[in-house]
Structures are given as C-alpha cells and as structure tokens.
C-alpha cells in the first residue's frame, strides 16, 4: 500500500516533543528550527497560573467550542471572545506572549499529548476533549489539505484526495502530533485523574447545557443556568461560525495579526460544519471497511464510548 508520507513528519523537520523517559517522541507542528527551539525552551520554563486551566485535544476533535464555552465561563459572560483561541495555543504561539493578550484566568490549548509537556503542565487542571474517528479523519482532511494546502510546503498536500489522505491518517504515526489512535489511547488513559475531565465532542453538541454543567463543576465557576442556557445558545455551530469565523473579528492585536496571520486569513474556513456523521459523505464502502479493519484491532474502539451518527 502506497501511503503519502506527510511533508511536515519528524524524518524531515526533525523537530520533536519527547516523554521524560525518552519512550514517546511525537513530530512538532512545522516552522523553522529557530522558532521551534525558543518555543520548546519557552515552553519548558513557562511557570503556570493557578487560576489557569490546559485544553487539550486532538486537532479537529472540537477545541474551538470547548476552548469558548470555558473562556465563557471564566469570563462569566456569553459574549463571544473577540481574540483567537490559537493566541493561547502553545504550539503556535508562546505562553509567555498569551500571558500578555490573556490576562488570567486563561485556557491555554494544545494538540500535544500530555506526556510529551513538561510536567508543570501534566498537574494542572485539564479538559480533553475526544471526537469519533471517522469524522475526525474528514475534518483533518479539510484543515490541512483545503485550508492549509496553499501555504509553503504544504503544496503537496493541496492536492490530495481524500482517499489518499485517509490511507496516511490511518497508517501513518510520523505526522504532526503523531497519529489519532496513539494520541487518544494515551489520554484516555488520563480518564480517572481528578485534574482531567474527558469530554465527548458528539456528547457537547447533542447535549449542550449539560455538558456545560460538567465543564461549570469541574472548573469551579459556579456561574448559574441562566448563564449556561446563554452560553448554550451561543456555541450553537452556525452562531459560531457567523460570530467567529470571520476575519473581521478574528483580532484586535498586533502581535497575534502578525504571528497567526496564514490563519487569520483563512479564518472563514477554520468553522467548516461541525456535524456528527459527515464521513459518511466521504467514505466509500470500501474505505468504511479498512477503516473498521484499523478499528477492530484498537482495544478502545469498544471502550471509548464514540458517537459516528445520529439516530
């Protein structure tokens, strides 16, 4: 089988997040060497905030609602936040600098696997968010391939299909933030630590206020239902993709503009459609099969409790 080898993989950047031990090493999101060491040595003598909490997921398994419904309650308001979330995404953009757009209590996020953090970031309060497999594989195929597949190399992966994307989202562990399976396997091994809440995306858009109510408890805001049905509301997918997926209000600062720019511009297409069940649409019979060959031999296909339709 002929599997696209993804052109920002460890083998080419050389870049990496490693595990204390050495055991885990998962490839960094690409940008040059220099930019990657300051960032990782910021990382690593980043001193955290109490008051602050870490989002962490896989890319496409719901960060932009989760990251707003617990800024919401922080800020205890359900008006929408006018700065990106990716200006407290660690992997992009240095904690110190969020540290100035974001006063605390803020929620930094990252696509990186806990083990691979310094542990300062292992012990504070976390959210994971987890989405169903397939879904997640056509999300990604649009974020990298449509809405990222113009910029410097990433030329080749612009003109991938899906089914060639689908091959190397399955087969592949040298991509950005390794693959799916690995990462989810490790943090749903995080599910019974009492400074770690695992969320479902499908479960936060089928069942809002509820899940709202999880987030409320586990972060301590103690903001009341009225609040909630508000933010409820709000993160509806087409009220944030009208509020948020514009470049008109993507930001207000300077130093977020000129970092995140790539992004900023293709901001309408960050909010794509948000459903459960889209890899339907995409999925050949063929594919929907390999795919539950690849599932079948992953022990927490049964365990995780995955949503890949509506009923």
């Not at 997640?136 to 994307?165: Q, R, T």
């Not at 309408?268 to 999925?283: A, E, S």
């Amino acid at each position: 089988m002929n599997v696209f080898q993804h052109p920002m993989r460890g083998a080419v950047t050389n870049q990496y997040f490693s595990s204390e031990d050495g055991t885990v090493k998962v490839p960094a999101i690409g940008t040059t060497l220099p930019d990657f060491q300051l960032l990782r040595q910021d990382i690593e003598e980043y001193k955290w905030n109490d008051e602050d909490f870490l989002l962490a997921t896989y890319p496409k398994n719901g960060t932009h609602l989760a990251w707003e419904i617990m800024m919401m309650l922080l800020q205890g308001s359900a008006e929408y936040i006018n700065d990106m979330k990716e200006a407290c995404m660690i992997d992009l953009f240095s904690p110190f600098k969020a540290v100035e757009i974001f006063p605390s209590p803020r929620v930094l996020n990252t696509h990186y696997r806990l083990d691979v953090l310094p542990k300062d970031f292992r012990e504070k309060k976390t959210v994971v968010v987890i989405r169903n497999p397939k879904d997640s594989a056509v999300s990604m195929y649009y974020h990298e391939c449509k809405m990222l597949g113009d910029l410097p190399g990433f030329e080749k992966m612009g003109k991938l299909s899906f089914s060639e994307y689908l091959k190397m989202y399955l087969f592949s562990k040298d991509v950005p933030y390794g693959c799916y399976l690995d990462y989810t396997e490790y943090m749903w091994s995080l599910r019974d630590d009492p400074n770690t809440l695992v969320m479902y995306f499908e479960d936060m858009i089928l069942n809002p206020v509820q899940n709202i109510q999880k987030l409320n408890e586990f972060m301590g805001t103690q903001r009341n239902a009225d609040l909630i049905q508000q933010i409820s509301d709000a993160i509806k997918f087409q009220n944030m993709k009208t509020s948020k997926g514009t470049t008109s209000s993507a930001s207000d600062n300077v130093a977020v503009q000129e970092k995140l720019q790539h992004i900023i511009d293709r901001r309408d297409q960050m909010y794509r459609k948000g459903k459960i069940g889209d890899w339907k649409n995409h999925l050949t019979v063929a594919e929907n099969e390999m795919f539950d060959e690849v599932l079948a031999k992953w022990p927490l296909s049964k365990e995780i409790p995955f949503v890949y339709e509506v009923q």
